[in-house]
């Protein structure tokens, strides 16, 4: 299987000549402090179904086939999804958090993360323990979806497919 050049999104790590001699850049992701570059990329897209809240697509992508259980991959996106379906709630909480923010002229803010911000914080975490779990042991990566402006989520593929079958059949 031959490696894909892909366009980088973010940091410049160094630039190459692609088709139409248009220059291109080979993405790095940083894994433990360590720059890995991902051979395939899986976006999963925002789910506008059900309106505009922020929710993911749950299909599993054919390219993630035989690299990770479904039924893992379907309990990450739902659980972020409903992590950013209680953020988006307007409670009671989020009423009193909002007046207080009003009347102390957004000072309420530098002492106490709103409830929007700490859900962010929770996917962030719950993220990072998936992947030290579930997905970097399958050569996976999952980035966090506000890296991404909330668009996707992106699913890495860190190493060779056909490295992955022969590690797992030795085992």
Known sequence: MSQTRMLQTGQNQGSQVGDN????TIITI??????????QRVFLQRDYREGVAIR????????LN????PGAFEYTVKKINSIFREAEEFTCTTFCESCLGFLTANLY?????????????SISKFIREQNQCVYLPNSLYVTDPVVRGLRCI???VVADPLQLQQRSSSS
């Open 21 to 24: 001699n248009r220059p291109e």
């Open 30 to 39: 940083n894994i433990n402090g360590v720059p890995v570059t991902p051979i």
């Open 56 to 63: 993911f697509m749950t299909d599993f992508p054919v390219e």
């Open 66 to 69: 035989g690299l990770i259980d």
């Open 109 to 121: 803010w530098f002492c106490r993360d709103s409830r929007y911000q700490q859900a962010l914080k």
């Open 154 to 156: 992106e699913i890495s």
